[in-house]
T-cell receptor, first 115, second 114 residues
Framework: AQTVTQSQPEMSVQEAETVTLSCTYD???????LFWYKQPPSRQMILVIR??????QNATENRFSVNFQKAAKSFSLKISDSQLGDAAMYFC????????????FGQGTELSVKP | NAGVTQTPKFRVLKTGQSMTLLCAQD?????MYWYRQDPGMGLRLIHY???????AKGEVPDGYNVSRLKKQNFLLGLESAAPSQTSVYFC?????????????FGSGTRLTVV
């Protein structure tokens, strides 16, 4: 079975600085998708960025980018120019096409942004 | 607005009571999911459905039942609530696996069992 691990329960960053959130996963599959979701205090789950495993190029979305290392099964999220609104819980998630498309989540990383 | 709607948003139950959580989506998504979120454990899959009339167990299915009689609705039932089922419950939906653009989540239901 696939597993997703986020080893940083909490992270802190100064406003305008850069922070990297770590995520590792375990799978025997070759085709899959990886996601980062943001959950602010409102509880809403917001998609930050996604990566297809077959793509070698790392995904980017404005200030958010990933470092996808398929062989190492690592999928870290980099937030540049951090803003107060980035403060939230961040979840890494894995999706396989072979199991009803279900998402498997990591434990989450609580990010705080200091002004 | 298009999306996933969960009802109710909050509920307090006594141990042994039953209840049903409703999830409705208007995006014609094939796949629907129920997750529970607990501190330090992320979101864990309870049950899911890949189409109308089909359901399957997820990671933590014990104590829950589901039904998907209509494509747009996915119901989660608790037959005899226990304090261990105190949690925040999320419903989500997605398109067929060949068109992965992400998932749409509901706003969650906070359930407390006393």
């Amino acid at each position: 079975a696939q597993t997703v691990t986020q080893s940083q329960p909490e992270m802190s960053v100064q406003e305008a600085e850069t922070v990297t959130l770590s995520c590792t996963y375990d799978t025997s599959e070759s085709d899959y998708y990886l996601f980062w979701y943001k959950q602010p205090p409102s509880r809403q789950m917001i998609l930050v960025i996604r990566q297809e495993a077959y793509k070698q190029q790392n995904a980017t979305e404005n200030r958010f980018s990933v470092n996808f290392q398929k062989a190492a099964k690592s999928f870290s999220l980099k937030i540049s120019d951090s803003q107060l609104g980035d403060a939230a819980m961040y979840f890494c998630a894995y999706r396989s096409d072979n199991q009803g498309g279900k998402l498997i989540f990591g434990q989450g990383t609580e990010l705080s942004v200091k002004p | 607005n298009a999306g996933v709607t969960q009802t109710p948003k909050f509920r307090v139950l006594k141990t042994g009571q039953s209840m049903t959580l409703l999830c409705a989506q208007d995006m014609n998504h094939e796949y629907m999911y129920w997750y529970r979120q607990d501190p330090g454990m992320g979101l864990r899959l309870i049950h899911y459905s890949v189409g109308e009339g089909t359901t399957a167990k997820g990671e933590v299915p014990d104590g829950y039942n589901v039904s998907r009689l209509k494509k747009q609705n996915f119901l989660l039932g608790l037959e005899s609530a226990a304090p261990s089922q105190t949690s925040v419950y999320f419903c989500a939906s997605s398109q067929h696996s060949g068109q992965v653009r992400g998932y749409t989540f509901g706003s969650g239901t906070r359930l407390t069992v006393v």
